[in-house]
Structure formats: structure tokens, C-alpha cells
């Protein structure tokens, strides 16, 4: 790669990186995985810059790359590999002002059961904020196959948090403190 196109890729990662970790944080829900994610992603693209460069939606090009490393990344063995715990080196980052934490954790451990390619399109969707469209060209399918897995998807959430009556406050049970 020629020292302008490198220095033109390394000023596109240093903008797009926070949201490209955000965006596999939210995918996979362990930070270490994410960044693993990123990595190969990234890795991706300076191994293709020149056509990446060359896109109608920059963005839109790496967040398609980004989608399949983390889609191929579930396919392999070693991801079902669970570590539990989280390490003393990973901060913890503190709640907005008026956030309810327990609502954000539950809804993050009920998405994290969902199929990764149904995540995959409620992080894009409703997340990321994407419209049917833009999902569907980062995934590489129809609009049609988003709004079916946005509704799967949505339907698993609702399986999954069915029984939480997120009106009442929880108590220790519903916690499993008892």
C-alpha cells in the first residue's frame, strides 16, 4: 500500500473505531471477542482498501465486513468456548443519569440468546438506528429477509422477557438471589 493510501486508512480506523467496537460490543457482549472482531474486520479492509475506498458508503462497505466477521466468527468451534467472569484489566463503564441498569442488563443477556444473525439485524435496526434498506445492503440480503428476522427476532426478545412484568419493580427472587 502506498504511504498516502496507508495514511488514508489509518485516518478513516482512528474516526470509525469507537463505533465499529460498539457496534461488535453489542453483537457478541464481551469485549475481548469484540475487538477480535474489529481486528479481523479491519484487517479486511486494509487488505481491500483500495476497493473499499472506491464504495459508494464507505461505512456502510466496512460495516458489511464488520457483520460478516462476526457471522463467521459464530460459525467456528472455539466461539462456543465461554469464559466466565470478567477480567480485573476491563473497566466497567458507568450508567448514564437516569438509566435503569437492571433493565439495560437483563435486555443485553435476553439479546445475547437471540441467533446471531437475528442480532446481528436488531443491533443494525434498532440499535445503530439503521433504516430496512441500509440493513439489508450491509447484510447482503433482502429487505424483505430483515423485516422477517427483525420480527423473529423481536418475537425471541418477547419469549424471552415474557414472564419479567417490567412494570412491577424486581424483587430478590426474580433477581435468583433466594
Known sequence: MRSADEREYVEYVTGALPGLRRIAHLLCRDPHRADDIVQTALTRLYVHWKRARAADDLDRYVRAILMRSFLNERRLAWA?????????????????????VET???????????????????????????????????????????KSQTAHGLARLRDLLGAQDWAAPMTRRDRGEE
Open 80 to 100: 462456543r468456548v465461554r469464559l466466565t467472569g470478567a477480567p480485573s484489566d476491563t473497566p466497567e463503564r458507568a450508567a448514564a443519569p437516569g438509566t435503569d
Open 104 to 146: 439495560q442488563a437483563v435486555l443485553r443477556a435476553a439479546l445475547e440468546r437471540v441467533p446471531p444473525r437475528q442480532r446481528a439485524v436488531l443491533v443494525l435496526r434498532f440499535l445503530c438506528d439503521l433504516p430496512v434498506a441500509e440493513v439489508a445492503r450491509t447484510l447482503g440480503c433482502s429487505e424483505g429477509t430483515v
